[in-house]
């Protein structure tokens, strides 16, 4: 165990060095594009929302309503950016795990290490963005800055079994139906800009299952004060699982590509 934790470390240590050299790169869609769905939705459109009633979200602000939303889906979208096109990268393209492999570092370890960096690209940007939420007023409660917690763990659980799903491809093709079916309409229906239950019975179920609609739930009610206790655990128990269950395939999936 002491030696997987230190082999994951020197990993994450590895990409760190890495991403101080690319890290502008990555100002537009970490940073820029998040705060001005923010700006634009919540402000700008939170005005006229606003002046029409709030009753369908409970008495609460617009801007209050998709903040904390908006927090969980940039997680997401951060994880699953980063768990796709580099993953691929050193599978295929640039073969850098397959050096990794020749040193004493197992495949597990690099999954772990992989991951580790996938949390820190989350964390940091979710902090740019939870205190640009707060100078904005989209935070009610203390209890708010707890999201960012639920946001690292809504990116894990999307990280792991996306990076589990790019060891089953042999190209970047497969990558569209990740963004096309699964990242954009769960950003649409999640919850984020609207109840989900105003949306048809069928549609509301599918929202469910979605790690992001529990992600969103979970921040919401913390930011607005209203934690359901029950319902709190079962979201966290959710995610866990499709952390826990994604981290268990991508080991697998890439002792098979790496190993045979």
């Not at 940039?74 to 050193?90: C, D, F, K, N, R």
């Not at 020749?102 to 290490?113: M, Q, T």
């Not at 809504?154 to 790019?166: E, L, N, S, T």
């Not at 190209?171 to 800009?193: C, Q, T």
Request: hydrophobic residues 55%; contains cysteine.
């Amino acid at each position: 165990m002491a030696l997987a934790l230190e082999n994951g470390r020197r990993q994450f240590d590895y990409w760190v060095t890495v991403y101080k050299r690319t890290w502008k790169g990555t100002l537009v869609s970490s940073f820029l594009l998040p705060l001005l769905y923010l700006a634009s939705m919540g402000v700008g459109l939170g005005s006229f929302v606003d002046k029409n009633g709030t009753g369908a979200l409970g008495g609460v602000s617009y801007l209050q309503y998709i903040a904390p939303g908006l927090l969980a889906s940039t997680a997401l979208q951060i994880a699953v950016g980063e768990a796709t096109y580099p993953v691929m990268s050193g599978l295929k393209w640039q073969k850098f795990y397959h050096s990794m492999i020749a040193s004493p570092l197992r495949p597990a370890d690099v999954v772990y290490g992989q991951l580790a960096f996938i949390a820190f690209r989350v964390l940091s940007s979710c902090t740019v963005f939870l205190v640009v939420i707060t100078l904005f007023g989209g935070m009610r409660s203390p209890l708010g800055a707890l999201g960012l917690l639920v946001a690292l763990l809504v990116g894990m659980a999307a990280a792991a079994p996306v990076a589990a799903y790019a060891t089953l491809l042999d190209n970047d093709a497969g990558f569209a139906m990740i963004f096309r079916f699964g990242v954009v309409p769960a950003f649409l229906f999640s919850g984020a800009f609207f109840p989900v239950s105003q949306l048809p019975n069928w549609i509301e179920w599918l929202a469910y299952v979605s790690p992001l609609w529990h992600g969103v739930d979970l921040c919401r009610s913390l930011s607005l004060g209203t934690v359901n206790p029950w319902l709190a655990v079962v979201n966290i128990v959710y995610l866990l699982a499709w952390c826990v269950v994604g981290t268990r395939l991508a080991v697998r999936g890439f002792s098979r590509k790496l190993v045979g």
